[in-house]
T-cell receptor
């Protein structure tokens, strides 16, 4: 069965520091998709990034970057030069190729960015 | 382009009652999924509807049900409410295939 683990429950940083969020996943599927979502206090889950299992290229998008490594089943996410507005709970999620649009979420990491 | 809309935003119900939550997906999105979020269990998948058919179901009791209409709008129903059903219920819509899900702001249900 699929599983997503976010070992860090809470991270506190000072503004402008970099923040790296860890995510480890388990799946038996060879085709799957990984996501990061942000949940601000308003409650809505905001989509940030998606990665397909067949594309291990790591990219940077603005202040966000990610490191996808199939060999270690990890999909880590970094916020560069954090800002107070980045304070939120961040969720890593997995969707298996044959599971429709069902997402399996990790437990979330609360990020607190202090001014 | 309007996002995913969930109504109502907040709801207070009494144990034993039933409740219906509504979700209007992004225009053109035919897949609608529902999730329950609680402090203890985190985000858990309830079910997914695609073209008016339930395509996936999570591990929840039969008191939780849903449906999807021809315009892709979806409703979720919980009967015989229990205190443990207090949660944030999130709806997400997506296009078929390799796409991300977009979430609404949720309905916060409190059972007293």
């Amino acid at each position: 069965a699929q599983k997503v683990t976010q070992a860090q429950t809470e991270i506190s940083v000072v503004e402008k520091e970099d923040v790296t969020l860890d995510c480890v996943y388990e799946t038996r599927d060879t085709t799957y998709y990984l996501f990061w979502y942000k949940q601000p206090p308003s409650g809505e889950l905001v989509f940030l990034i998606r990665r397909n299992s067949f594309d291990e290229q790591n990219e940077i998008s603005g202040r966000y970057s990610w490191n996808f490594q199939k060999s270690t089943s990890s999909f880590n996410f970094t916020i560069t030069a954090s800002q107070v507005v980045d304070s939120a709970v961040y969720f890593c999620a997995l969707r298996e190729g044959a599971a429709g649009n069902k997402l399996t979420f990790g437990g979330g990491t609360r990020v607190l960015v202090k001014p | 382009k309007a996002g995913v809309t969930q109504t109502p935003r907040y709801l207070i119900k009494t144990r034993g009652q039933q409740v219906t939550l509504s979700c209007s997906p992004i225009s053109g999105h035919r897949s609608v999924s529902w999730y329950q979020q609680t402090p203890g269990q985190g985000l858990q998948f309830l079910f997914e509807y695609f073209s008016e058919t339930q395509r996936n179901k999570g591990n929840f009791p039969g008191r939780f049900s849903g449906r999807q209409f021809s315009n892709s709008r979806s409703e979720m129903n919980v009967s015989t409410l229990e205190l443990g059903d207090s949660a944030l219920y999130l709806c997400a819509s997506s296009l078929p295939g390799q796409s991300e899900a977009f979430f609404g702001q949720g309905t916060r249900l409190t059972v007293v």
